[in-house]
């Protein structure tokens, strides 16, 4: 093995992380989005339930 | 100046490394043996890893770094150091096969202190725990936005 593999390496799983706390964070703006619409779901579904 | 002595000596010396790391191949790797005793949860293991991270060490410093084959992934390499990083800690053990929580634990905590704040609760059991939970938020929020659509649909057809 290369001195530099161990540096190289050092990268490989700082890149994993990142990608995994992208991924994480992706997750994250999905609920807000996924909370959103359920909350104007539920405010459609209240209206038409007051017209009916 | 060596001498032919010092220099067949060398060579002596070399030879049996050689033979040693070849033999040590052939039963899986020392590596190898140690991560199965790690994910059977064999103990004392704290002694084990010190062993080989010294030996790594050592091997590191005769520029032969990595003698331990046999796990797969890019980290096949772990001088079981708290200098080393949680992240490190956690991707070595994912792509090992061994628990993570377990590794970490035993390698002396999630990570030194080089390790940015984020970092320090990657790959503890919080840290999977919180992921687990966000997972479980997420399907529990599509299957009531599934639901909430179904009803209001059946709200506008009735309508008209």
Known sequence: MKPNDLATK??????????????????????????????????RVAALEANE | MSTAQDRMESRKIFKARAAAAAKNKRKGGAHATLMKKVADGEEPLRRELAAVGLELRKHRMLGHYTVFGGVAGPIDWWPFGQRRSAVVKWTYARHADVDVAKMIELSGGAG???????????????????????A?????????????????????????
């Open chain 2, 136 to 160: 479980d938020r997420l399907q529990a929020l599509e299957a009531e936005v599934i639901a909430l659509r179904a009803r209001v649909a059946e709200l506008e057809a009735r309508a008209g």
């Open chain 1, 10 to 43: 050092e990268q490989i799983a700082e890149t994993v992380w990142r990608r995994e706390r992208a991924q994480e964070a992706a997750k994250e703006d999905r609920l807000q989005a996924l909370e959103a619409r359920v909350a104007a779901l539920e405010a």
């Open chain 2, 112 to 134: 030194g202190e080089e390790d940015a704040p984020a970092q320090r609760d990657f790959g503890t059991d919080e840290y999977l725990d919180r992921l687990a939970a966000m």
